[in-house]
């Protein structure tokens, strides 16, 4: 099924000391893009989610509130 004209926001946990870091994230926005749809928004890519916990915490609520307000208010 076709996606034509829905939006997306995709993020990722990873561990950067991979080769592949976030991949399913990449491999999900080509596969957004190739079926019609469209990323709205820079994807988050979370490094080691457990360790500083806090500035992850952060990071999340900073980029749920940007997409919030960019996206879904009306």
């Given at each position: 099924?076709?996606?034509?004209?829905?939006?997306?926001?995709?993020?990722?946990?990873?561990n950067?000391?991979?080769?592949?870091f976030?991949?399913?994230v990449?491999?999900?926005?080509?596969?957004?893009?190739?079926?019609?749809?469209?990323?709205?928004?820079?994807?988050?890519?979370?490094?080691?989610y457990?360790?500083d916990?806090e500035?992850?915490?952060?990071?999340?609520?900073?980029?749920?509130?940007?997409?919030?307000?960019?996206?879904?208010?009306?």
């Amino acid at each position: 099924k076709q996606l034509i004209g829905k939006e997306f926001a995709l993020f990722g946990l990873g561990n950067s000391t991979y080769d592949k870091f976030c991949g399913a994230v990449e491999y999900m926005q080509d596969f957004v893009k190739n079926v019609g749809g469209e990323v709205v928004n820079q994807p988050l890519k979370i490094d080691n989610y457990y360790q500083d916990n806090e500035l992850k915490i952060k990071e999340v609520g900073d980029w749920a509130s940007k997409l919030w307000n960019n996206y879904f208010i009306f």
